[in-house]
T-cell receptor, first 111, second 120 residues
Framework: KQEVTQIPAALSVPEGENLVLNCSFT??????LQWFRQDPGKGLTSLLL?????REQTSGRLNASLDKSSGRSTLYIAASQPGDSATYLC??????????FGTGTRLTVIP | GAVVSQHPSWVICKSGTSVKIECRSL??????MFWYRQFPKQSLMLMAT?????????EQGVEKDKFLINHASLTLSTLTVTSAHPEDSSFYIC????????????????FGPGTRLTVL
């Protein structure tokens, strides 16, 4: 069974800093890797989706990479802003479109 | 496009009652919908996969008689928590895959905003 781990569990940074969130998965046979944002008490907002054949995806200040062989993905956030404060979840997509979610990283950007 | 809604957004009920949660794809047809549960400070756990016109597939440890799923149309799936108890209190989130004439393993899931269930 796929297990997804995210480190760190919580992170506080001053506004303007660049930061990296880490995600590791045990089963390299994934079809895609997705990063989500979740605000308190809210649903999920998809940020980036990387197909298994891709190495990275970029959207604005966000860049996500995928290394299937090592079972790792990273989410890079450039020039962080207070509005980036949220919980970030990664999820590995396996057969039958199942998504296995990590435990999340709670990010706080301090003004 | 690809908007998924859930109703209600929150519900409080007494122990022993049943609660129905709706998941709708507003601007696309969804042959497959997923139901997740999220306990406080934990991640999402898949409960079941709902396919239009057929029985849902439940994950190990999820009671199918307690969590009734109906996917009667290409835009609606419902989750009914029967005889709810306080331990069923959780955040329930659905997602949907856009129908594209054949399900691909790389299809994107579009998530609803979630339903907060509190059982007293």
């Amino acid at each position: 069974k796929q297990e997804v781990t995210q480190i760190p569990a919580a992170l506080s940074v001053p506004e303007g800093e660049n930061l990296v969130l880490n995600c590791s998965f045990t089963d390299s046979a994934i079809y895609n890797l997705q990063w989500f944002r979740q605000d308190p008490g809210k649903g999920l907002t998809s940020l980036l989706l990387i197909q298994s054949s891709q190495r990275e995806q970029t959207s604005g200040r966000l860049n996500a990479s995928l290394d299937k062989s090592s079972g790792r993905s990273t989410l890079y956030i450039a020039a962080s802003q207070p509005g980036d404060s949220a919980t970030y979840l990664c999820a590995g997509g396996t057969g039958a479109n199942n998504l296995f979610f990590g435990t999340g990283t709670r990010l706080t950007v301090i003004p | 496009g690809a908007v998924v809604s859930q109703h209600p957004s929150w519900v409080i009920c007494k122990s022993g009652t049943s609660v129905k949660i709706e998941c709708r794809s507003l601007d696309f047809q969804a042959t497959t919908m997923f139901w997740y549960r999220q306990f406080p400070k934990q991640s999402l756990m898949l409960m079941a996969t709902s396919n239009e016109g057929s029985k849902a597939t439940y994950e190990q440890g999820v009671e199918k008689d307690k969590f009734l799923i109906n996917h009667a149309s290409l835009t609606l799936s419902t989750l009914t928590v029967t005889s709810a108890h306080p331990e069923d209190s959780s955040f329930y989130i659905c997602s949907a895959i856009r129908a594209s004439g054949g399900r691909k393993l790389t299809d994107t899931q579009y998530f609803g905003p979630g339903t907060r269930l509190t059982v007293l």
